[in-house]
């Protein structure tokens, strides 16, 4: 995939944030990877005729960044999902950079809760959930 700018932060709470731009070019290597050639994603013409009006991104393609962000920065190596539940609250455009914020609230029995939500860079919320991590 294309290369992005990522800012990531850790705090000593179990906090994170990362950023992520959403390119044509991504959306583009993210649908041929993923096998989902929605033309909603892809093309032009046709995402005009739909609600949006214009191409959006993968619901599942900014969710990976919940996963990336929990494996690369938050947990680290060796999490394990056990569930990740979604809520798609509003679309994502070509170009729209996304913060995904990510906050520990619970560990039993080497078992993370992880409150998890995504906002574009108008601070509207496009995607929020629970990811639930098992880190030995």
């Known amino acids: 995939l294309e290369k992005t700018k990522v800012s990531k932060t850790v705090s000593n709470n179990l906090k994170s944030k990362s950023r992520k731009k959403y390119t044509l070019k991504s959306v583009e290597a993210f649908a041929n990877v993923s096998g989902d050639h929605n033309p ?8 005009k005729t739909t609600r949006f009006k214009k191409r959006i991104v993968h619901g599942m393609f900014v969710a990976s960044q919940i996963s990336s962000d929990i494996a690369n920065i938050l947990i680290g190596p060796g999490a394990i999902y056990i569930s990740q539940s979604l809520k798609f609250k509003k679309p994502v455009y070509i170009d729209d950079t996304i913060e995904t914020s990510l906050e520990v609230v619970s560990i039993k029995n080497k078992v993370h809760t992880i409150i ?18 098992l880190k030995e």
């Open 116 to 133: 998890c939500k995504c906002k574009n860079q108008n601070n509207v919320l496009v995607l929020e959930g629970t990811a639930v991590i």
């Open 40 to 47: 909603i994603h892809l093309k032009e013409d046709f995402a």
